[in-house]
């Protein structure tokens, strides 16, 4: 694959991820820009960051245009939203496909996103949303249209034996503090959800009273230093799927 922005060949990076996966990023060591799918900047540390951004780039200025999608051959669009500042260029394929940051701008993201949850850290602001922080969670939930329709499938199916897990995201865990965290997820169908703790505490969350794609709670009140363990409760209009058990641990 050639580069969005500079159209050098790219060289694939592995990379270890927070959530303890072995994926691989594109990089440019022509410009030193990165593509990676759209989900994945969240799931990597800012300390890799710093080592992914550290490549030292063979051009010496960036093009002027905007990058190009490598596979649907769209302009990538510039992010602009709350979770983005202003100084920080995050460029997404407006099909999904994939984000590119120019060099030092994943580093710069990350930086910026771990400032914002440290200041409602300090002062024991709970943040609202999700979108607040998490640049590409919009990007994200756009995404998921990669997931088979398997719900489709389970309402029709005598067995219905599909996992809900199939038809979801994995949640993404934002720990706000000690005591709150943001789940988030997504669906591929619009549906009704709420989460069940089953280890740690024994409540029921309600998390989308009304049929939609975008899954967000914000649990406060936690302990911690505790694991949490749950599962997520699709509702569809004659049935209830279950997922498989996740969980996390507050800081
Ligand atoms: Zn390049
Ligand atoms: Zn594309």
Redesign the pocket.
Known sequence: MNCPHCGAQLTSLEINTTDDQVTSIEECLNCGGHVLPPILANFISTNSAKNIDSVLPKATSLPSHEPT?Q????HMIAIKDDSVPNNVTVFA??????EFYPKDQLLKFKKAQDAKINYHKLWGIPIKSAFAVLVPVVIIFAAITVIPNTLQMSQTSQEARVKASEILTQPLITPISSTQVLISFSTKNAVKTSIKFTSGQDKTFEVSSEPGTNHLLSVSDLEPQTTYKYIIQIITSDKTLNTTEYFFTTP
């Open positions: 999608c596979h649907c051959h769209q394929c407006p099909n999904n496909h994939q």
